[in-house]
């Protein structure tokens, strides 16, 4: 994928996998996710359902923003904020009081905005 050099794999899973990669022009670090799929063109991609959902969001400090969608030899990347962790990896996390009650008031806020 040209523009970003990938560092690491993050994740892999059935519809895609998922990168941590350097921005080679701002030097930002993002979370690249390729999509498995192939797409014959940009239309066919634009009408994923996943695409609708994550450009609807709202700006939130507490959601991961979709920076930018890439569409390269028919191969679909989206391109992310990158966050040092996620979801899965906090909950597997031995819980501290305190700890539970700002990722509960985190979870509670983000997910407020779709009221």
């Not at 999509?35 to 939130?60: G, M």
């Not at 990158?82 to 509960?104: D, K, M, T």
Request: charged fraction near 25%.
């Amino acid at each position: 994928m040209n523009g970003y050099d990938v560092q690491r794999v993050i994740g892999d899973g059935a519809f895609g996998t998922v990168y941590k990669c350097k921005d080679i022009l701002s030097g930002e670090i993002v979370a690249v996710k390729k999509i498995k799929q192939k797409y014959s063109s940009w239309h066919e991609a634009l009408a994923l359902k996943e695409v609708a959902a994550l450009r609807s969001l709202p700006k939130n400090e507490y959601l991961v923003r979709l920076k930018k969608l890439i569409m390269e030899n028919n191969i679909l990347y989206f391109v992310f904020e990158f966050a040092e962790s996620n979801l899965i990896a906090v909950s597997a996390a031995p819980w501290q009081s305190l700890r539970a009650e700002i990722y509960i008031v985190q979870f509670v806020v983000s997910i407020s905005i779709f009221d």
